[in-house]
């Protein structure tokens, strides 16, 4: 249950995920930094894109995919048409990742120690859904307050 549970929430905040960034009037403001924002939406989607495809693809879903997250941060403009096919890319494999996943795997432990400790899968993939609601929080506000 908790798998469907985590799979329906990802796949909802990747899908507003896609919709924050297609409501910016102005493509070049998804890269802005103004004053006391110093991340920007491009940035932190980038962001995303590398810890879902990271600690969902490559360590439960085998993929393959490397991370360079000193990039995340530091990349940019990356033209928007891209970061869209990135998030539906990151969609496919969170959502071929977690019907591969059984509920007893839920209680198994993570392969990697993240956050600071031991941790099951189910609680690291919770985790990582609340990171992805927190800064798809920010790209939220980013819009908001800098896309006029």
Same mark, same amino acid.
């Given at each position: 249950?908790?798998?469907?549970i985590?799979?329906?929430?990802? $796949?909802?905040?990747?899908? /507003?995920?896609?919709?924050?960034?297609?409501?910016?009037? !102005?493509?070049?403001?998804?890269?802005? *930094?103004?004053?006391?924002?110093?991340?920007?939406?491009?940035? $932190?989607?980038?962001?995303?894109?590398?810890?879902?495809?990271?600690?969902?693809?490559?360590?439960?879903?085998?993929?393959?995919?490397? !991370?360079? !997250? =000193?990039?995340?941060?530091?990349?940019? +403009?990356? =033209?928007?048409? %891209?970061?869209?096919?990135?998030? &539906?890319?990151?969609?496919? *494999?969170?959502?071929?990742?977690? %019907?591969?996943?059984? %509920?007893?795997?839920?209680? #198994? #432990?993570? +392969?990697?120690? *993240?956050?600071?400790? /031991? *941790?099951?899968?189910?609680y690291?993939?919770?985790? $990582?859904?609340?990171?992805?609601?927190? @800064?798809?929080?920010?790209?939220?506000? @980013? !819009?908001?307050l $800098? &896309?006029?």
């Amino acid at each position: 249950m908790l798998i469907a549970i985590l799979k329906k929430l990802f $796949l909802r905040d990747l899908e /507003k995920l896609k919709t924050e960034l297609e409501l910016y009037q !102005r493509e070049q403001n998804i890269w802005l *930094v103004d004053r006391q924002i110093t991340n920007t939406a491009g940035n $932190l989607c980038l962001h995303l894109i590398g810890n879902l495809n990271t600690y969902i693809g490559t360590e439960l879903g085998k993929t393959g995919y490397i !991370r360079n !997250r =000193p990039l995340e941060f530091s990349s940019g +403009p990356v =033209p928007r048409t %891209d970061l869209l096919k990135s998030v &539906d890319e990151t969609i496919q *494999v969170i959502a071929s990742t977690l %019907d591969q996943l059984s %509920d007893e795997q839920m209680a #198994e #432990e993570y +392969p990697q120690e *993240v956050t600071g400790g /031991k *941790v099951s899968i189910g609680y690291f993939l919770t985790h $990582l859904a609340t990171h992805l609601s927190y @800064h798809l929080g920010q790209i939220n506000y @980013h !819009r908001r307050l $800098l &896309d006029n």
